[in-house]
Protein backbone atom coordinates (compact mmCIF):
# COMPACT_ATOMS: atom_id res chain seq x y z
CA UNK A 1 0.00 0.00 0.00
CA UNK A 2 1.18 3.70 -1.10
CA UNK A 3 2.52 5.33 2.49
CA UNK A 4 1.23 8.76 3.10
CA UNK A 5 3.72 10.81 2.11
CA UNK A 6 4.44 9.17 -1.06
CA UNK A 7 0.70 9.65 -1.99
CA UNK A 8 0.91 13.37 -1.19
CA UNK A 9 4.44 14.04 -3.21
CA UNK A 10 2.28 12.06 -5.99
CA UNK A 11 -0.12 14.38 -5.72
CA UNK A 12 1.75 17.86 -5.50
CA UNK A 13 3.35 17.13 -8.43
CA UNK A 14 -0.01 16.48 -10.58
CA UNK A 15 -1.17 19.55 -8.76
CA UNK A 16 1.81 21.21 -9.95
CA UNK A 17 1.46 20.56 -13.33
CA UNK A 18 -1.84 21.84 -13.61
CA UNK A 19 -0.83 24.75 -11.55
CA UNK A 20 2.08 25.97 -13.55
CA UNK A 21 1.79 29.37 -12.54
CA UNK A 22 2.63 28.73 -8.66
CA UNK A 23 6.14 27.07 -7.47
CA UNK A 24 5.78 23.70 -5.70
CA UNK A 25 6.80 25.38 -2.47
CA UNK A 26 3.69 27.33 -2.63
CA UNK A 27 1.23 24.48 -2.86
CA UNK A 28 0.26 22.51 -0.02
CA UNK A 29 -2.52 20.10 0.95
CA UNK A 30 -4.81 21.04 3.18
CA UNK A 31 -7.84 18.98 3.54
CA UNK A 32 -8.21 15.48 2.09
CA UNK A 33 -12.39 14.15 1.81
CA UNK A 34 -12.23 10.62 1.00
CA UNK A 35 -9.51 10.11 -2.07
CA UNK A 36 -9.91 13.74 -2.81
CA UNK A 37 -7.85 16.76 -2.30
CA UNK A 38 -8.27 20.54 -1.57
CA UNK A 39 -4.92 22.21 -1.26
CA UNK A 40 -4.40 25.96 0.05
CA UNK A 41 -4.70 27.13 -3.74
CA UNK A 42 -8.06 25.66 -3.73
CA UNK A 43 -9.31 27.31 -1.17
CA UNK A 44 -7.53 30.88 -2.50
CA UNK A 45 -9.84 30.41 -5.81
CA UNK A 46 -12.65 29.43 -4.04
CA UNK A 47 -12.53 32.78 -1.97
CA UNK A 48 -12.41 34.48 -5.31
CA UNK A 49 -15.41 33.05 -6.01
CA UNK A 50 -17.34 33.81 -3.24
CA UNK A 51 -16.18 37.54 -3.25
CA UNK A 52 -17.74 37.40 -7.33
CA UNK A 53 -20.91 36.32 -6.00
CA UNK A 54 -21.05 38.69 -2.82
CA UNK A 55 -18.80 41.78 -2.88
CA UNK A 56 -19.37 42.32 0.84
CA UNK A 57 -16.96 39.63 1.79
CA UNK A 58 -13.83 42.40 0.79
CA UNK A 59 -14.71 43.94 3.82
CA UNK A 60 -14.13 41.10 5.92
CA UNK A 61 -11.17 40.02 7.95
CA UNK A 62 -8.64 37.63 4.98
CA UNK A 63 -8.47 34.71 8.06
CA UNK A 64 -12.20 34.90 8.15
CA UNK A 65 -12.86 34.96 4.14
CA UNK A 66 -10.69 31.87 3.96
CA UNK A 67 -12.33 29.89 6.94
CA UNK A 68 -15.41 30.35 4.68
CA UNK A 69 -13.89 29.41 1.91
CA UNK A 70 -12.87 26.26 3.39
CA UNK A 71 -16.31 25.01 4.20
CA UNK A 72 -17.69 26.19 1.24
CA UNK A 73 -15.11 23.97 -0.96
CA UNK A 74 -15.18 21.17 1.29
CA UNK A 75 -18.92 21.13 1.20
CA UNK A 76 -18.92 21.07 -3.17
CA UNK A 77 -16.49 18.01 -2.83
CA UNK A 78 -18.52 16.37 -0.40
CA UNK A 79 -21.18 16.71 -3.25
CA UNK A 80 -19.36 15.92 -6.00
CA UNK A 81 -18.03 12.63 -4.39
CA UNK A 82 -21.38 11.70 -4.07
CA UNK A 83 -22.63 12.70 -6.91
CA UNK A 84 -20.35 10.71 -9.08
CA UNK A 85 -22.13 7.71 -7.58
CA UNK A 86 -24.80 8.74 -9.88
CA UNK A 87 -23.50 10.65 -12.90
CA UNK A 88 -21.34 11.18 -14.93
CA UNK A 89 -20.42 15.04 -14.07
CA UNK A 90 -19.15 15.88 -17.61
CA UNK A 91 -22.51 15.05 -19.44
CA UNK A 92 -24.78 17.79 -20.77
CA UNK A 93 -27.35 18.70 -17.99
CA UNK A 94 -30.67 20.51 -18.88
CA UNK A 95 -30.79 22.15 -16.17
CA UNK A 96 -27.48 23.70 -15.93
CA UNK A 97 -28.62 26.19 -18.22
CA UNK A 98 -30.90 28.21 -16.40
CA UNK A 99 -28.64 27.08 -13.22
CA UNK A 100 -26.32 29.37 -14.74
CA UNK A 101 -28.70 31.86 -15.58
CA UNK A 102 -30.65 32.28 -12.05
CA UNK A 103 -26.65 33.30 -11.07
CA UNK A 104 -26.08 36.02 -12.92
CA UNK A 105 -29.64 37.53 -12.59
CA UNK A 106 -28.73 36.95 -8.78
CA UNK A 107 -25.59 39.52 -9.75
CA UNK A 108 -27.76 41.84 -11.76
CA UNK A 109 -25.82 40.43 -15.41
CA UNK A 110 -28.31 40.55 -18.13
CA UNK A 111 -26.91 37.78 -20.24
CA UNK A 112 -24.45 35.19 -19.71
CA UNK A 113 -22.06 36.90 -21.88
CA UNK A 114 -21.97 40.02 -19.22
CA UNK A 115 -21.34 36.70 -16.79
CA UNK A 116 -18.46 35.54 -18.64
CA UNK A 117 -16.94 39.07 -18.72
CA UNK A 118 -17.77 39.77 -15.07
CA UNK A 119 -15.85 36.19 -13.97
CA UNK A 120 -13.07 37.27 -16.50
CA UNK A 121 -12.55 40.83 -14.74
CA UNK A 122 -12.57 39.09 -11.18
CA UNK A 123 -9.57 36.87 -12.60
CA UNK A 124 -11.55 33.40 -12.82
CA UNK A 125 -11.48 30.76 -15.36
CA UNK A 126 -14.70 30.47 -16.31
CA UNK A 127 -14.51 26.70 -17.68
CA UNK A 128 -13.88 25.92 -13.90
CA UNK A 129 -16.85 28.17 -12.39
CA UNK A 130 -19.25 26.31 -15.10
CA UNK A 131 -18.26 23.17 -13.51
CA UNK A 132 -19.05 24.46 -10.08
CA UNK A 133 -22.43 25.29 -11.24
CA UNK A 134 -23.08 22.34 -12.81
CA UNK A 135 -22.46 20.14 -9.67
CA UNK A 136 -25.04 22.68 -7.81
CA UNK A 137 -27.25 21.97 -11.15
CA UNK A 138 -26.71 17.90 -11.13
CA UNK A 139 -27.02 17.98 -7.27
CA UNK A 140 -30.35 19.35 -7.39
CA UNK A 141 -31.36 16.79 -10.43
CA UNK A 142 -30.46 13.80 -7.88
CA UNK A 143 -32.63 15.43 -4.72
CA UNK A 144 -35.83 15.87 -7.24
CA UNK A 145 -35.30 12.10 -8.41
CA UNK A 146 -35.15 11.13 -4.83
CA UNK A 147 -37.65 13.34 -3.24
CA UNK A 148 -40.18 14.81 -5.70
CA UNK A 149 -42.67 11.99 -4.75
CA UNK A 150 -42.61 13.05 -0.99
CA UNK A 151 -43.00 16.29 -2.35
CA UNK A 152 -46.82 17.06 -0.53
CA UNK A 153 -48.43 21.10 -1.53
CA UNK A 154 -51.29 21.44 0.11
CA UNK A 155 -53.36 22.75 -3.13
CA UNK A 156 -56.81 23.72 -1.94
CA UNK A 157 -54.62 25.90 0.98
CA UNK A 158 -53.11 27.90 -1.90
CA UNK A 159 -56.01 28.21 -4.01
CA UNK A 160 -58.39 30.42 -1.27
CA UNK A 161 -54.84 32.14 -0.59
CA UNK A 162 -55.27 33.11 -4.65
CA UNK A 163 -59.00 33.28 -4.40
CA UNK A 164 -58.95 35.83 -1.73
CA UNK A 165 -56.81 38.14 -4.06
CA UNK A 166 -57.97 41.23 -6.65
CA UNK A 167 -58.48 41.11 -10.28
CA UNK A 168 -56.04 43.85 -9.92
CA UNK A 169 -53.88 45.18 -7.27
CA UNK A 170 -50.72 47.10 -6.12
CA UNK A 171 -48.13 44.18 -5.23
CA UNK A 172 -45.69 45.23 -2.25
CA UNK A 173 -42.35 43.67 -3.87
CA UNK A 174 -39.75 42.75 -0.76
CA UNK A 175 -35.90 42.48 -1.63
CA UNK A 176 -35.31 39.92 0.64
CA UNK A 177 -31.83 38.57 2.12
CA UNK A 178 -32.04 35.28 4.39
CA UNK A 179 -29.97 33.67 7.01
CA UNK A 180 -30.88 29.91 8.13
CA UNK A 181 -29.00 27.94 10.94
CA UNK A 182 -30.12 25.04 11.96
CA UNK A 183 -30.45 23.28 15.75
CA UNK A 184 -27.18 21.97 17.20
CA UNK A 185 -27.21 19.69 20.10
CA UNK A 186 -24.00 21.53 21.12
CA UNK A 187 -24.53 24.51 21.41
CA UNK A 188 -27.94 26.58 22.37
CA UNK A 189 -29.92 28.17 20.85
CA UNK A 190 -29.62 31.93 22.57
CA UNK A 191 -25.78 31.59 22.47
CA UNK A 192 -25.84 30.89 18.28
CA UNK A 193 -28.28 33.88 17.96
CA UNK A 194 -26.28 35.75 19.98
CA UNK A 195 -23.29 35.08 17.97
CA UNK A 196 -25.05 35.81 14.54
CA UNK A 197 -26.24 39.03 16.04
CA UNK A 198 -22.72 39.60 16.60
CA UNK A 199 -21.49 39.44 13.43
CA UNK A 200 -24.07 41.30 11.78
CA UNK A 201 -23.32 44.32 13.96
CA UNK A 202 -19.57 43.17 13.16
CA UNK A 203 -19.92 42.34 9.27
CA UNK A 204 -23.16 42.82 7.81
CA UNK A 205 -25.90 40.66 7.33
CA UNK A 206 -24.56 39.34 3.75
CA UNK A 207 -20.90 38.35 5.45
CA UNK A 208 -22.78 36.63 7.94
CA UNK A 209 -24.75 34.77 5.84
CA UNK A 210 -21.55 33.67 4.48
CA UNK A 211 -20.35 32.37 7.65
CA UNK A 212 -23.19 31.07 9.32
CA UNK A 213 -26.46 29.94 6.78
CA UNK A 214 -27.12 26.42 5.45
CA UNK A 215 -29.15 27.81 2.97
CA UNK A 216 -28.17 27.38 -0.46
CA UNK A 217 -29.11 31.06 -1.04
CA UNK A 218 -25.56 31.65 1.32
CA UNK A 219 -22.88 31.96 -1.51
CA UNK A 220 -24.82 35.18 -2.75
CA UNK A 221 -24.42 36.90 1.21
CA UNK A 222 -28.29 35.85 1.28
CA UNK A 223 -30.14 37.10 -1.22
CA UNK A 224 -33.61 36.05 -2.57
CA UNK A 225 -34.33 38.66 -5.08
CA UNK A 226 -37.42 40.42 -5.39
CA UNK A 227 -40.05 38.16 -4.04
CA UNK A 228 -44.04 39.51 -3.62
CA UNK A 229 -44.80 39.77 -0.50
CA UNK A 230 -48.61 38.35 -0.97
CA UNK A 231 -46.48 34.88 -1.97
CA UNK A 232 -45.14 34.37 1.57
CA UNK A 233 -46.38 32.52 4.25
CA UNK A 234 -48.71 34.27 7.30
CA UNK A 235 -45.72 33.82 9.46
CA UNK A 236 -43.13 35.45 7.44
CA UNK A 237 -45.32 38.03 6.90
CA UNK A 238 -46.23 38.96 10.03
CA UNK A 239 -42.66 39.31 10.60
CA UNK A 240 -42.07 41.77 8.22
CA UNK A 241 -44.70 43.11 6.73
CA UNK A 242 -44.04 46.69 9.02
CA UNK A 243 -39.99 46.51 8.78
CA UNK A 244 -37.97 49.54 7.19
CA UNK A 245 -35.28 48.76 4.18
CA UNK A 246 -32.36 47.80 6.13
CA UNK A 247 -34.02 46.03 9.06
CA UNK A 248 -34.16 42.76 9.58
CA UNK A 249 -37.07 40.40 11.51
CA UNK A 250 -36.70 38.50 15.03
CA UNK A 251 -35.59 34.60 14.29
CA UNK A 252 -38.34 32.61 12.86
CA UNK A 253 -38.54 28.60 13.53
CA UNK A 254 -39.58 26.43 11.11
CA UNK A 255 -38.48 22.46 11.91
CA UNK A 256 -35.45 22.28 12.92
CA UNK A 257 -34.59 25.51 11.18
CA UNK A 258 -34.26 28.96 12.47
CA UNK A 259 -34.89 32.11 9.57
CA UNK A 260 -33.72 35.29 9.48
CA UNK A 261 -34.64 38.05 7.04
CA UNK A 262 -33.53 41.11 6.12
CA UNK A 263 -35.37 43.86 3.74
CA UNK A 264 -33.21 45.38 1.89
CA UNK A 265 -35.70 47.21 -0.34
CA UNK A 266 -39.63 47.78 -0.96
CA UNK A 267 -41.50 49.06 -3.87
CA UNK A 268 -44.86 48.34 -5.27
CA UNK A 269 -45.76 47.45 -8.54
CA UNK A 270 -49.59 47.62 -9.83
CA UNK A 271 -50.34 44.40 -12.04
CA UNK A 272 -53.38 42.33 -13.12
CA UNK A 273 -53.44 38.87 -11.63
CA UNK A 274 -54.05 35.87 -13.53
CA UNK A 275 -54.68 33.26 -11.14
CA UNK A 276 -53.65 30.35 -13.21
CA UNK A 277 -50.30 31.81 -13.12
CA UNK A 278 -50.10 33.28 -9.58
CA UNK A 279 -51.17 29.49 -8.37
CA UNK A 280 -48.45 27.68 -10.64
CA UNK A 281 -45.99 30.19 -9.03
CA UNK A 282 -46.59 29.35 -5.37
CA UNK A 283 -47.21 25.76 -6.10
CA UNK A 284 -43.71 26.11 -7.09
CA UNK A 285 -42.05 28.07 -4.49
CA UNK A 286 -43.90 25.39 -2.14
CA UNK A 287 -42.40 22.62 -3.95
CA UNK A 288 -38.61 23.97 -4.00
CA UNK A 289 -39.17 25.25 -0.34
CA UNK A 290 -39.61 21.18 0.33
CA UNK A 291 -36.82 19.72 -1.88
CA UNK A 292 -34.28 22.34 -0.37
CA UNK A 293 -35.04 21.13 2.94
CA UNK A 294 -34.91 17.18 2.30
CA UNK A 295 -31.89 18.52 0.26
CA UNK A 296 -30.12 19.50 3.55
CA UNK A 297 -31.13 16.59 5.14
CA UNK A 298 -29.52 14.29 2.48
CA UNK A 299 -26.56 16.39 2.58
CA UNK A 300 -26.01 16.29 6.46
CA UNK A 301 -26.43 12.56 6.30
CA UNK A 302 -23.73 11.88 3.15
CA UNK A 303 -21.50 14.39 5.13
CA UNK A 304 -21.85 12.62 8.58
CA UNK A 305 -20.82 8.94 6.45
CA UNK A 306 -17.51 11.28 4.42
CA UNK A 307 -14.08 10.86 5.91
CA UNK A 308 -12.60 14.67 6.13
CA UNK A 309 -9.36 14.56 7.29
CA UNK A 310 -7.51 18.28 8.28
CA UNK A 311 -3.75 18.00 6.92
Sequence with gaps: MMNKKKFILIILSFVFINLNSYSLGDIYIKYKVENEIITNIDIKNEA??????????????????????????????????????????????????????????????????????????????????????????????????????????????????????????????????????????????ELRLKNILESISEVGFENTANIYSVSESAKFGGSLGWIAQKNLSEKIITNVKYLMPGQFSKVMKFGNNHLILKVKDVKNKKKSINKKKELAKLVLIERNKQLEQYSKIYFNKVKINTKIDAL
Design 48 to 189: KYLVALNSQLKNINNNRLLKISEQSIIKETIKRIELEKYFTLTEENSLLDSLIKSFYLRLNLKSLEEFEKYLKDQNLNIKNIKNKIAIEAVWNKLIYEKYSSQVDVDMDKLKIKIDKQKITESDKLLNLYEIVFEDDKDTTL
